[in-house]
Nanobody, 126 residues
Framework: QAQFDESGGGLVQAGESLRLSCTTQ????????MGWFRQAPGKNREFVAG????????LYADSVKGRFTISRAYNKRTAYLQMNNVKPEDAGMYYC???????????????????WGQGTQVTVSS
């Protein structure tokens, strides 16, 4: 049974910062990548950022590159998303995800991630 401990969401003013944390207790011993998808009202779920737990290679959507930074703990099962200079378009439900497969910089698709958390809401006020 997949389990995620997701935290850090909430209300933030545009231009301010927020940090999301996620620890997974997924039973699989072969978790290679963790990251976040998000979904805004009326929009499709979209990839935000991911990280290879072993190598630390980072993946970013073009819309957040330069503002968001993903990192992981040495224990390889916790990921952090530092969200700087948040914009109203960043609002939505952020889902922590984990996957067993690494396809390099192409690991940005819904089907790449087998395990999904329940999500944490990020609300941006102007």
């Amino acid at each position: 049974q997949a389990q995620f401990d997701e935290s850090g969401g909430g209300l933030v003013q545009a231009g301010e910062s927020l940090r999301l944390s996620c620890t997974t207790q997924v039973r699989s011993p072969n978790i290679w990548v963790m990251g976040w998808f998000r979904q805004a009202p009326g929009k499709n779920r979209e990839f935000v950022a991911g990280i290879n737990l072993a190598s630390g290679i980072e993946l970013y959507a073009d819309s957040v590159k330069g503002r968001f930074t993903i990192s992981r703990a040495y224990n390889k099962r916790t990921a952090y998303l530092q969200m700087n200079n948040v914009k109203p378009e960043d609002a939505g439900m952020y889902y922590c995800v984990a996957g067993e497969y690494w396809r390099g910089y192409s690991t940005t698709k819904l089907d790449d991630y087998q395990y999904w958390g329940q999500g944490t809401q990020v609300t941006v006020s102007s």
